[in-house]
């Protein structure tokens, strides 16, 4: 089993690392993409080897899509290609999981209309906007969608994005 996170500089470190290591653990093999070959820098330091850009995704090849947040994801949305794959786990009807600011990329490519979801708060007006059906809580699961506002809802979000899995 495979997993897909994509990011930028200015991740938040935790919304990255936690969900990387987690599945890690589980056995599922992780795979980082941005623009470029080379290492995203989160908002606190941490560094991250990125596995493949963007333009090499093939999305039939993962079983999941990781959007974390921080300031990365505002960066990703501009992304045609970004947003591209994250219709196709969508048209796929394979899970996504979005915190923080990550509910942004979905946003962009128009597939959060009809949908529960939640988010940073700063981001709330805009899911509302686009037809989301926002929720203030620590994890909303809306089918193969699980969202979370911030860090303090990893434990919450990891549960759900696992059940996603069957692990």
């Known amino acids: 089993m495979k997993a897909l996170i994509i990011s930028a500089d200015n991740f938040e470190d935790s919304e990255l690392l936690v969900p990387y290591y987690r599945l890690k653990e589980a056995g599922v093999e992780v795979t980082v993409a941005s623009f470029n070959r080379s290492v995203i820098t989160g908002k606190h330091g941490y560094e991250v080897a990125v596995d493949i850009t963007l333009n090499e995704v093939a999305p039939d ?5 990781i959007l974390p947040g921080g300031k990365a994801p505002t960066v990703v949305r501009k992304e045609p290609k970004a947003l591209e794959i994250a219709r196709s786990f969508f048209a796929g009807s394979k899970p996504v999981v979005a915190i923080c600011h990550g509910p942004q990329i979905l946003i962009s490519a128009g597939l959060l209309k009809g949908r529960r979801a939640t988010c940073y708060k700063s981001v709330a007006d805009e ?6 059906l926002y929720e203030d809580r620590e994890v909303v699961v809306d089918a193969n969608l ?14 759900e994005t696992m059940k996603q899995l069957g692990l």
């Open 146 to 159: 699980v969202t979370s506002r911030h860090p303090a809802d990893l434990p919450a979000f990891m549960r």
């Open 61 to 65: 090849d993962y079983a999941i899509l």
């Open 127 to 132: 899911l509302k906007e686009s037809g989301g």
